[in-house]
């Protein structure tokens, strides 16, 4: 079964780092893009991060940049969220999810999610 | 940035009901819009891609419209299954922004 699992989350301190995972099984994932996106808590679906197949291509949403990183280790088929100066309205729920195949487009839409991880940054 | 604006917010619908979400963006995205289902409690769901591509697996009885900067998801007869929150989302460039989201509810 083709499976995407995050961990990492928790309870941060603002101005704190936590660094988020997520392991993939089912399928070549050295062959897809991969993104994070998150959810505040009653709020909407917010795209954060994507990464390509061989991390020749980043990109952040831009209120992002500068805190956050996304990298990937293609070797474990896992990926890597690497948050940094957290802010209370960082506390959301992220997810990771695959990039439906790019091989004759350069974006696509997100076909398989993982359950999501919970951040929660408070004092 | 190219925003992106759903309507209505909320949607009140009887199973059975032919129901029309729509989704509009401040520029030209061509044809690349998603769709997606969302549950309380659980990750998105993929229901369009490109406008109106069924993913493999949804029930035919959704179907998505449109090009440019207007499009729509319709579902030809609410299920039970249906009452969820659904958002659509622009992937023309790296930015993958998403709706705000339209919630479908009972009736």
């Known amino acids: 079964d083709v499976q995407l699992v995050e961990s990492g989350g928790g309870l941060v301190k603002p101005g704190g780092s936590l660094r988020l995972s997520c392991t993939v099984s089912?399928?070549?994932?050295?062959?897809?893009?991969m993104n994070w996106v998150r959810q505040a808590p009653g709020k909407g679906l917010e795209w954060v991060a994507s990464?390509?197949?061989?991390?020749?291509?980043?990109y952040y949403e831009d209120s992002l940049k500068g805190r956050f990183t996304v990298s990937r280790d293609n070797a474990k088929h896992s990926l890597f969220l690497q948050m940094n100066s957290l802010k209370a309205e960082d506390t959301a729920v992220y997810y990771c999810?695959?990039?439906?195949?790019?091989?004759?487009?350069?974006?696509?839409?997100?076909?398989?999610w993982g359950q999501g991880t919970m951040v929660t940054v408070s004092s | 940035d190219i925003q992106m604006t759903q309507s209505p917010s909320t949607l009140s619908a009887s199973v059975g009901d032919r129901v029309t979400i729509t989704c509009r963006a401040s520029?030209?995205?061509?044809?690349?819009l998603a769709w997606y289902q969302q549950k309380p409690g659980k990750a998105p769901k993929l229901l369009i891609y490109?406008?109106?591509s069924l993913e493999s697996g949804v029930p035919s009885r959704f179907s998505g419209s449109g090009s440019g900067t207007e499009f729509t998801l319709t579902i030809s007869s609410l299920q039970p299954d249906d009452f969820a929150t659904y958002y659509c989302?622009?992937?023309?460039?790296?930015?993958?922004?998403f709706g705000q989201g339209t919630k479908v509810e009972i009736k």
């Open positions: 999810a695959r990039e439906r195949d790019t091989t004759l487009v350069i974006y696509n839409a997100l076909d398989i």
């Open positions: 989302q622009k992937y023309d460039t790296y930015s993958k922004t």
């Open positions: 520029q030209s995205i061509s044809s690349w």
């Open positions: 089912g399928f070549i994932f050295s062959d897809y893009t």
């Open positions: 990464i390509s197949s061989r991390s020749n291509y980043i």
């Open positions: 490109r406008a109106s």
